[in-house]
Nanobody, 117 residues
Framework: QVQLVESGGGLVQAGGSLRLSCAASGSIFSINAMGWYRQAPGKQRELVAVILLSSATNYAESVKGRFTISRDNARHTVYLQMSSLKPEDTAVYYC???????????WGQGTQVTVSS
């Protein structure tokens, strides 16, 4: 099993920045992909960004150029730097991990990000 603990959510004005962190523990040898998903009220959970051990990344079109995902493999931690935030970025952000980008198995508890206009 893998445990994921997120931190860094909060309230920010439009145009502002936030940084999310997620630390993994447990059977981390099984993890290749780490990333972030989000779910807004009344909407389905969607991919925000994912990063592999190779440092290959994939971003949702809606966040390209504004969000940056990074990873510290020694600390088993993934980060999401969010800039130029928009009200439509408001959601619960979930850390995710698994053996591949399409094979997410583990989820964090979620952290609220609220962007005010």
């Amino acid at each position: 099993q893998v445990q994921l603990v997120e931190s860094g959510g909060g309230l920010v004005q439009a145009g502002g920045s936030l940084r999310l962190s997620c630390a993994a523990s447990g059977s981390i040898f099984s993890i290749n992909a780490m990333g972030w998903y989000r779910q807004a009220p009344g909407k389905q959970r969607e991919l925000v960004a994912v990063i592999l051990l190779s440092s290959a990344t994939n971003y949702a079109e809606s966040v390209k150029g504004r969000f940056t995902i990074s990873r510290d493999n020694a600390r088993h931690t993934v980060y999401l730097q969010m800039s130029s935030l928009k009200p439509e970025d408001t959601a619960v952000y979930y850390c995710a991990a698994g053996p591949s980008a399409s094979g997410i198995r583990y989820w964090g508890q979620g952290t609220q990000v609220t962007v005010s206009s």
